[in-house]
Nanobody
């Protein structure tokens, strides 16, 4: 069982930046691909970004390309989502997730965090 704890959410003005962190409770962190998802009020959860176990492979949803960057520090068992040029439509609860393979994916994750709220004002 892997526990994931997100942090770093908050309120930011449009055009601003936030960095989300996701701490994992596993010593085999590098064996898990990580992903970030988000869910806005009244909408379904959607994929944002994913990174492979070793960290050399990433993939992004079109709506965040060039603005968000996913990364990880396997020595710290932590994944990150750097969010720049934030827009009001980025407002959502952001979740990190882990899947028991090093390969990236836009779906099929095995473990989920509790989420962190990101609110972008106009």
């Amino acid at each position: 069982q892997v526990q994931l704890v997100e942090s770093g959410g908050g309120l930011v003005q449009g055009g601003g930046s936030l960095r989300l962190s996701c701490a994992a409770s596993t010593i085999s962190f590098r064996r898990y691909a990580m992903g970030w998802f988000r869910q806005a009020p009244g909408k379904e959860r959607e994929f944002v970004a994913t990174i492979s176990g070793p960290g050399g492979n990433t993939y992004y949803a079109d709506f965040v390309k060039g603005r968000f960057t996913i990364s990880r520090d396997n020595a710290k068992n932590t994944a990150y989502l750097q969010m720049d040029s934030l827009k009001p439509e980025d407002t959502a609860v952001y979740y990190c997730a882990a899947r028991a393979t090093i390969l990236i994916s836009t779906s099929r994750y095995d473990y989920w965090g509790q989420g962190t709220q990101v609110t972008v004002s106009s």
